[in-house]
């Protein structure tokens, strides 16, 4: 880190040097400065800071609007906030604004070194990706422009645009922007909750968000939460000291010291129980936990991604999610789209799974017929991408020769519109029954397009919000 320059603006002298001293002991050249109108002025003579840490309250301004300025203009710099002790809102506000990431006064040193260890990491990746540098400029459009063109270069590396378009097959606009924000997301530690429907990927999406990230090096650990039984959960969670309860016969590192260092993956972070809800709150906001039997509180270094398949907006208001760690996971949200909304892609993914099967399997990659192609770019696909897997890999077992038909795939060949309504004549119901059917799952589609909000998903259908809500009783959709 010798030739690593560090910007510190803090307007307290004493907490000023604490962390000067900190980070000088650290390796780096460390500049300081105590209000908006220094460092802005430090940042315009060119410097290349590999690192910023500021506070939010500054006698001339806020320090998130700085956040917002080296975040547009000097986007390879990452720059850290410092936050009142308990202060969490701030804190998100920060990391939305682009932050990447936050310590509470009183600064506890070895969170500050391990944040800047995360920092100086993901800053030395950078460098490692980017072409030889010109003179520095204290032109900021200049800077902006280069540090946009590292950024193009970086994603064409092995370990960045590459390594996302061999993982998320997908050529759709909508896969772009998956692509997109997961970069974006990789450079940052603060939490993201990845939303879709099941079978959409979104465990890959976390892996890769932590696979292009500094933490790469470090344990990605990923748990469903709605497999582990309420009772063992704050075991799993925290860990338990031998003795602790009956059957402890050891002692357990939890899932937190587990991942320490790099991410821990809450999938289905929906079917938390409220109880475990406070706990794992209360371990995100102070980034310590302690085990079961435990007398000494264990400082952990873990970034944060959760899933799930259910609006947590409405679990929210109904009492059965927790409002503060709802913000606090959501800090940024990935949605990730459904197969239904990336058809074009059902070739490409066909042809890829296709070509895997038959390399893990040993044997010749299978085709698909004309017929059997088209069969699945009308199939709904409620289960999204591991449908679509399901069906190949039945269809190459029960395949007798090199080409699969239709009859191999074994799915259900009623006519599809094109928003996915099965429109198939009804055969042993009536059309009452029928028709309502058909008006369910056009409803039920609004809502999740709308992600639950009523007034939208009445907007999109051109009914009033009154007739959806009697429509929505009428078929019992909550």
Known sequence: MSEMRALVVDDEPDLRELLDMTLTRMGLDVETAEDLSTARRLLANGTDYAFCLT??????????????????????????????????????????????????????????????????????????????KPEASKDKSKAKAQAEAETEISAGTPGGESLLRQRL???????????????????????????????????????????????????????????IPSELMESEFFGHMKGSFTGADADKEGLFQAANGGTLFLDEVADLPLN?????????????????????????????????????????????????????????????????????????LAEHFLGVIGEQWGETPRKLSTAAMDALQNHRFSGNVRELVNILQRAVTMCEGDEISVEDLNIDQGMLDEDNVDVSPPEDRSLDDYMEDIERRILEKALVEAKYNKTEAARQLGISFRSLRYKLKKYDID
């Open 169 to 227: 097959v997908g050529r759709s606009q909508a896969m772009d922007r998956v692509r997109q924000t997961i970069t974006k997301l990789a450079r940052s530690q603060a939490p993201v909750l990845i939303s879709g429907e099941s079978g959409t990927g979104k465990e890959l999406a976390a892996q890769l968000i932590h696979d292009l990230g500094p933490r790469a090096e470090q344990p990605f650990v990923a748990v469903n939460c709605g497999a």
């Open 276 to 348: 475990m809800q406070v706990k794992l709150l209360r371990v995100i906001q102070e980034k310590t936990v302690r085990p079961i039997g435990g007398r000494e509180e264990i400082k952990i270094d873990v970034r944060i991604l959760s899933a799930t398949h259910k609006a947590l907006k409405p679990l929210v208001e109904s009492g059965e999610f927790r409002n503060d760690l709802y913000y606090r996971l959501n800090v940024i949200d990935l949605p990730m789209p459904s197969l239904r909304d990336r058809r074009g892609d059902i070739r490409l």
């Open 55 to 132: 506070d939010m309250r500054l006698p001339d301004g806020n320090g998130l609007s700085l956040i917002k300025e080296i975040s547009r203009d000097y986007p390879h710099m990452p720059v850290a906030m410092i936050t009142a002790y308990g202060k969490v809102d701030d804190a998100v506000t920060a990391l939305k604004y682009g932050a990447f990431d936050f310590v509470s006064k009183p600064v506890d040193l070895e969170v500050l070194r391990n944040m800047v260890r995360t920092a100086i990491k993901l800053r030395q990746d950078d460098a490692e990706m980017a072409p030889p």
